[in-house]
T-cell receptor, first 113, second 112 residues
Framework: DTAVSQTPKYLVTQMGNDKSIKCEQN?????MYWYKQDSKKFLKIMFS???????INETVPNRFSPKSPDKAHLNLHINSLELGDSAVYFC????????????FGPGTRLLVL | DAKTTQPTSMDCAEGRAANLPCNHS???????VYWYRQIHSQGPQYIIH???NNETNEMASLIITEDRKSSTLILPHATLRDTAVYYC?????????????FGTGTRLQVTL
C-alpha cells in the first residue's frame, strides 16, 4: 500500500490555466506538507498543514492555494499558471511532534507551456 | 536552522563502505542532524537522524563528532541502488511542524 500518494503523476498544461494536484496519506499523520523542486533540483518547502490548519506558508504567490478537506488529504490548487511554475511538486506527511520523520510522495511533474 | 556543507559528488565502488561527510559548524544545542536521500525521479527518503550520539539502523550509521560540528553518514556496503543525492539537514523543533531545509546535497555514484 502506498503511504503518500499524489495525483496526477504528470501534468502538462498551458499558461494561464488553473490546475489542482491531490495528495493523500494513509499513515495516520496529522501534518502534511508541499515542497517544490525546480529545474536546478533545489527542494523547498511551500506549505504545511496540521490537522487542517495552515502552519507554514513560505512566501508562496497567492496563485497557490492549499486546501485540506481532512487530515489525510492536502491538495494544491494553482491559478493562472506561469512558465516558472514548471517543477516537480512533492507532498509529504509526518506526525506533528516537530522532530518526526517526513514521508514523501512520488512527486507530480508539472510542465507549463 | 543551521547551514550545512557537503561535497558536491562522491564515487564509491559497489560493496565498499560509502562515507558521506557533512559540516554543520553553526549547529545549536537543540538541533538534530537528519539525512535524507533522493533517488532519481523519486521523492526524498528518510535515512537516519541523531542529536549527539552515534546512531545505526538497517540502512546506515550516523557518526556525529563530539563538538557536533560535523557528521558522517556511512552506508556499510553500498549497492548500485544506493546511487542518489544525499542531503544532510540540520533541523530544530519549531513546535507542531518543522520544515526540512534541503541544500544541494552530495551526489553519490556507486559503480561496479
Amino acid at each position: 500500500d502506498t503511504a503518500v500518494s499524489q495525483t496526477p503523476k504528470y501534468l502538462v498544461t498551458q499558461m494561464g490555466n488553473d490546475k489542482s494536484i491531490k495528495c493523500e496519506q494513509n499513515l495516520g499523520h496529522d501534518t502534511m506538507y508541499w515542497y517544490k523542486q525546480d529545474s536546478k533540483k533545489f527542494l523547498k518547502i511551500m506549505f504545511s498543514y496540521n490537522n487542517k490548519e495552515l502552519i507554514i506558508n513560505e512566501t508562496v504567490p497567492n496563485r497557490f492555494s492549499p486546501k485540506s478537506p481532512d487530515k489525510a488529504h492536502l491538495n494544491l490548487h494553482i491559478n493562472s499558471l506561469e512558465l516558472g511554475d514548471s517543477a516537480v511538486y512533492f507532498c509529504a506527511s509526518s506526525h506533528p511532534v516537530g522532530m518526526e520523520t517526513q514521508y514523501f510522495g512520488p512527486g507530480t511533474r508539472l510542465l507549463v507551456l | 536552522d543551521a547551514k550545512t556543507t557537503q561535497p558536491t559528488s562522491m564515487d564509491c565502488a559497489e560493496g565498499r563502505a560509502a562515507n558521506l561527510p557533512c559540516n554543520h559548524s553553526t549547529i545549536s544545542g537543540n538541533e538534530y542532524v537528519y539525512w535524507y536521500r533522493q533517488i532519481h525521479s523519486q521523492g526524498p527518503q528518510y535515512i537516519i537522524h541523531g542529536l549527539k550520539n552515534n546512531e545505526t539502523n538497517e540502512m546506515a550509521s550516523l557518526i556525529i563528532t563530539e563538538d557536533r560540528k560535523s557528521s558522517t553518514l556511512i552506508l556499510p556496503h553500498a549497492t548500485l541502488r544506493d546511487t542518489a543525492v544525499y542531503y544532510c539537514i540540520v533541523r530544530g523543533n519549531t513546535g507542531t511542524a518543522s520544515k526540512l531545509t534541503f541544500g544541494t546535497g552530495t551526489r553519490l555514484q556507486v559503480t561496479l
